[in-house]
C-alpha cells in the first residue's frame, strides 16, 4: 500500500470514529485513559508531521515521472520533425521540466531529447 492511500485511509478512519465508536481503530479516550491518551495523540501527530513531506514529495516525482511518460509520444515527433510538430503532452512535460534550475536554460529540443532518453 503507498504510504499516501495509508495516510489517507488512516485520517479518514480518524475523523469518523466518534461514529463508529471507540473499538474501531483504538484510539484512547481522554476521558476514559488520560494517561494513553495523553501519549498518544503526540505520537500520532507527529508522525503525521515527519510523514507528511515525504508523501507528498512521492506524489510530486510519481507526477513528475508521469507527465514524462505521456510526452515520449510527443518528444519523438518534436526531434523527428526539428521542432515543427509540438504536442499538448510535450509542452506540459517542458513546463514541468523548466522549473527545475537544472533545465531552466536548456532548449526546447534539449528536454525533448532528455525526455526521449529518460526509461520508460
Do not use: C
Not at 488512516?10 to 471507540?22: M, N, Y
Not at 473499538?23 to 479516550?29: E, I, K, V
Not at 485513559?33 to 515525504?54: C, K
Not at 515527433?77 to 517542458?94: H, K, M, P, T, Y
Amino acid at each position: 500500500m503507498k504510504a499516501a492511500t495509508l495516510v489517507a485511509t488512516l485520517l479518514f478512519a480518524w475523523a469518523i470514529q466518534p461514529a463508529l465508536g471507540r473499538d474501531f481503530l483504538g484510539f484512547p479516550d481522554f476521558d476514559q485513559e488520560p494517561l494513553e491518551a495523553s501519549t498518544f495523540y503526540p505520537i500520532f501527530t507527529t508522525i503525521g508531521i515527519v510523514v507528511s513531506p515525504i508523501v507528498s514529495t512521492q506524489l510530486t516525482i510519481d507526477e513528475m515521472r508521469y507527465k514524462l511518460v505521456l510526452a515520449r509520444d510527443d518528444a519523438a515527433s518534436f526531434v523527428a520533425s526539428n521542432g515543427e510538430i509540438r504536442g499538448a503532452f510535450l509542452q506540459a512535460a517542458l513546463l514541468a521540466l523548466r522549473e527545475r534550475p537544472e533545465h531552466a536554460a536548456d532548449s526546447d529540443l534539449r528536454l525533448a531529447q532528455v525526455i526521449l532518453a529518460m526509461p520508460p
